[in-house]
């Protein structure tokens, strides 16, 4: 049929990055190279993992003619986009014939990140020890206590659960940012198969995956060398290291990895124990239960480290789940409070120390605020 030949089209992404729960703009478009019209046409568009859109086209000879798709990213991993499959039929449709124009082409949808400013950890006892002692009344990824209210201090920086128990302002207090690897901050993210609930977007290793790529740009926007050990269908293992290299390849893996038995949050604990130096900061973001959660953190606090669980309530993903919501838990070994996020939480909020119910970091060792 001469309506599906000497036809050229393609695809181009206008969005240039693409992440979980932005947007993604394509712009289609077909060229008719002969003087015949072509009426009529169908032109197809398939994707992986967003499905086909499709449009009805009539080409005038020597016409181009473009068209833009919006579509919006609900998932990680890879996207396949680039060939558009144009079909024509006879006025009876009684034959058809489809031609495949443009090439195949790939790229990587990154994990949604959110901006955490009120997420904060302990440093551990290499801290203390002098690695990077002195204070600070800059904003830092790291607490460092609190103190009396003084005239010209931000009221930004009031730390209001120590203000309402004292009954009087209370500032923050922020240690210098590290500049060492004695003062990186590790994320492990627990992703064995055998451990999560949900499916989906609705699931813990969505909610996990989002919670460590947010934790990971927080602090290496802060400046701050960051480490990274994910084990799910393979364990990988991320040395610090700051900037927006260290960031695109730990987004890269986190876009990438999926869920399974390489290694247990145990296994994973005990390994970075032997790669972390004494001061370092660990998060570990997992849905395991809290006696394994508590001898990861034992593990890796033996090490020198300050560890800050984020634990991801299982209860809460699993259809027709009903029962005591957990909001506060103290982990054994754990420096602070567990961060605590369940289905359908607003990821910010529950990764705000001021919010979600725990103690500031390191407040139970400052001297003289009242409990």
């Not at 729960?21 to 077909?30: A, D, M």
């Not at 309402?164 to 064995?192: C, I, N, Q, T, Y």
């Not at 926007?221 to 960031?247: H, I, N, R, W, Y």
Request: proline share 8%; aromatic share 8%.
């Amino acid at each position: 049929m001469l309506a599906a030949r000497k036809i050229e089209g393609g695809v181009r992404r206008i969005t240039p990055f693409l992440q979980v729960g932005e947007t993604l703009v394509e712009e289609l478009y077909l060229r008719s190279l002969h003087w015949w019209p072509k009426l009529l046409l169908e032109a197809d568009h398939r994707t992986k993992p967003f499905g086909s859109s499709g449009r009805v086209v009539t080409l005038w000879p020597y016409q181009t003619t473009t068209w833009t798709v919006e579509k919006h990213c609900e998932r990680r991993g890879v996207y396949e986009y680039g060939e558009i499959e144009v079909t024509a039929r006879d006025p009876l449709g009684l034959f058809t014939r489809s031609v495949r124009l443009g090439k195949p082409e790939t790229a990587l949808v990154y994990p949604a990140t959110f901006d955490l400013p009120g997420f904060f950890v302990p440093a551990g006892q290499g801290f203390t020890e002098g690695a990077n002692e002195g204070r600070t009344f800059m904003p830092s990824p790291v607490a460092g206590g609190i103190r009396e209210y003084v005239p010209g201090d931000g009221m930004g920086h009031i730390h209001w659960p120590a203000t309402a128990r004292a009954r009087k302002l209370m500032v923050k207090l922020f240690d210098r940012e590290p500049s060492g690897p004695f003062d990186a901050v590790w994320v492990l993210l627990d992703l064995h198969s055998d451990v999560q609930a949900g499916s989906g977007t609705e699931s813990t290793v969505e909610y996990g995956v989002t919670v460590a790529a947010s934790i990971i740009k927080r602090f290496i926007d802060g400046g701050m060398p960051v480490g990274l050990t994910v084990a799910g269908e393979e364990q990988l293992t991320f040395k610090p290291a700051s900037g927006v290299t260290q960031l695109g390849r730990t987004l890269e893996a986190l876009a990438l990895i999926q869920p399974g038995r390489a290694a247990s949050l145990t296994e994973m604990a005990a390994e970075t124990a032997e790669e972390i130096a004494s001061g370092s900061s660990v998060v570990i973001v997992s849905p395991s239960p809290l006696d394994v959660i508590s001898a990861a953190a034992t593990k890796l606090q033996a090490a020198g480290a300050g560890v800050v669980p984020v634990l991801l309530d299982p209860a809460s993903f699993r259809d027709g789940a009903r029962g005591e919501r957990i909001d506060q838990v103290r982990v054994p070994g754990a420096a602070i409070e567990a961060y605590v996020v369940h289905r359908g939480d607003e990821i910010p909020q529950r990764l705000d120390h001021r919010l979600h119910g725990s103690p500031h970091p390191l407040e139970a060792e400052l001297p003289g605020v009242p409990s």
